[in-house]
T-cell receptor, first 113, second 115 residues
Framework: GENVEQHPSTLSVQEGDSAVIKCTYSDSASNYFPWYKQELGKRPQLIIDIRSNVGEKKDQRIAVTLNKTAKHFSLHITETQPEDSAVYFCAASRSGGSYIPTFGRGTSLIVHP | DTGVSQDPRHKITKRGQNVTFRCDPISEHNRLYWYRQTLGQGPEFLTYFQNEAQLEKSRLLSDRFSAERPKGSFSTLEIQRTEQGDSAMYLC?????????????FGPGTRLTVT
């Protein structure tokens, strides 16, 4: 089955800095890679996703890059704000069929004002 | 709130008791997933429904766990003879296969504590 590794487990930055979270996956057939944000005590929410036919996707301060050859993908947050503080999860899955994502263990991002 | 809802939000039970959780997905969503999340981990897949059919179950899912989605709307997850290792957050998520997107919408979760 799929195995997703996520690093770092904790990331502490100053407001305004950039933050990068990296994930690797094992199943070369995986072709859909979502990122979820989970604030303390709240439900996970999708913030951005990328499919394997695209190398990069951007949405305002958030971007995701994908390297299919190396089987890794990354989340980039620029100009971080205190409200970005949360746990971020990457996931990998095969699109089509049941689409069941395998999640990483999460990265706790702390943005200091 | 028209999102995914779960009931109860918290459940404390004694080891050996049975518990049942309910999930109400977004009304037009035909796919429903159950996950378990423990501290410091990402959501771990338990089972998946498309409409009323249970199409996949995790190999890690003990036979003490059973799930139903009788009319393709709400779903229940039952844990029989609970063990302390069952303590976790149980998350439900739903999505639609008709929208051309794979986004899953999560519920707030049911936190189970087995004493």
């Amino acid at each position: 089955g799929e195995n997703v590794e996520q690093h770092p487990s904790t990331l502490s930055v100053q407001e305004g800095d950039s933050a990068v979270i990296k994930c690797t996956y094992s199943d070369s057939a995986s072709n859909y890679f979502p990122w979820y944000k989970q604030e303390l005590g709240k439900r996970p929410q999708l913030i951005i996703d990328i499919r394997s036919n695209v190398g990069e996707k951007k949405d305002q301060r958030i971007a995701v890059t994908l390297n299919k050859t190396a089987k890794h993908f990354s989340l980039h947050i620029t100009e971080t704000q205190p409200e970005d503080s949360a746990v971020y999860f990457c996931a990998a899955s095969r699109s089509g069929g049941s689409y069941i994502p395998t999640f990483g263990r999460g990265t706790s991002l702390i943005v200091h004002p | 709130d028209t999102g995914v809802s779960q009931d109860p939000r918290h459940k404390i039970t004694k080891r050996g008791q049975n518990v049942t959780f309910r999930c109400d997905p977004i009304s037009e969503h035909n796919r429903l997933y159950w996950y378990r999340q423990t501290l410091g981990q990402g959501p771990e897949f338990l089972t998946y429904f498309q409409n009323e059919a249970q199409l996949e179950k995790s190999r890690l899912l003990s036979d003490r766990f059973s799930a139903e989605r009788p009319k393709g709307s709400f779903s229940t997850l039952e844990i029989q003879r609970t063990e302390q290792g069952d303590s976790a957050m149980y998350l439900c998520a739903s999505s639609s296969s008709d929208l051309g997107t794979y986004e899953q919408y999560f519920g707030p979760g049911t936190r189970l504590t087995v004493t």
